[in-house]
């Protein structure tokens, strides 16, 4: 079973759209996150929920939303997607911090 | 308030040689510290914490790093490297949910 999975893994989609990015964890952590990683593998914090509640959320645009539907889920939507927004998106979960943190895989967005 | 730096951004060694990457933090509070490492097209995956019980720390695969509370560092070794040590590395700090990762180090070995 996969910890922490994310959906879909590549995506590829017009300037313009809006997607969704599907994350699950089944390790009952109580904190979820977004990380942006750019092309310099810079690793960047854009949400964390914690128990379905929004505790950090980074400066970034308003077209991405997250939305944390149960404590094992956080999906992240993008409306009106621009070019610069191409990157690695990786969800992870976290218990309380101190024991660290379980990554998904990544999901690669290429917006052309 | 919290930060850490990785000197620099590739490290290149030859296979049974010392591997070494450094990682040095800022936090106000005391520090959770953690190394993570990434291959390529994956995500990243914990080597090691430190989590304020011995200042040595023992990960997977062969690494190890150290806590020094007067340098505010938390480098990482492993004795000998190997081809499957390739990978992109990174060092974050946790005062609290949120961990703060550097800009990562890349591990290069040469045969």
């Known amino acids: 079973d996969t910890a922490v999975s994310q959906t879909p893994k590549y995506l590829v989609t017009q300037m313009g759209n809006d997607k969704s990015i599907k994350c699950e964890q089944n390790?009952?952590?109580?904190?979820m996150y977004w990380y942006k990683q750019d092309s310099k593998k810079f690793l960047k914090i854009m949400f964390s929920?914690?128990?379905?509640?929004?505790?950090i959320n980074e400066t970034v645009p308003n077209r991405f939303s997250p939305k944390s539907p149960d404590k094992a889920h956080l999906n992240l939507h993008i409306n009106s997607l621009e070019l610069g927004d191409s990157a690695v998106y990786f969800c992870?979960?976290?218990?309380?911090?101190?024991?660290?943190?379980?990554f998904g895989s990544g999901t690669r967005l290429t917006v052309v | 308030a919290q930060s850490v730096t990785q000197l620099g951004s590739h490290v290149s060694v030859s296979e049974g040689a010392l591997v070494l990457l450094r990682c040095n933090y800022s936090?106000?509070?005391?520090?959770?510290l953690f190394w993570y490492v990434q291959y390529p097209n994956q995500g990243l995956q914990l080597l090691l914490k430190?989590?304020?019980?011995?200042?040595l720390v023992k990960g997977i695969n062969g690494f190890e790093a150290e806590f020094k509370k007067s340098e505010t560092s938390f480098h990482l070794t492993k004795p000998s490297a190997h081809m499957s040590d390739a990978a992109e590395y990174f060092c974050?700090?946790?005062?609290?949910?949120?961990?703060?990762f550097g800009r990562g180090t890349s591990l290069i070995v040469h045969p």
């Open positions: 992870a979960s976290s218990q309380d911090g101190i024991y660290g943190y379980t």
């Open positions: 390790l009952g952590h109580d904190t």
């Open positions: 929920y914690n128990n379905k509640e929004l505790i």
């Open positions: 936090s106000s509070v005391p520090p959770y």
């Open positions: 430190y989590t304020s019980a011995a200042t």
């Open positions: 974050a700090v946790s005062g609290s949910y949120i961990p703060t």
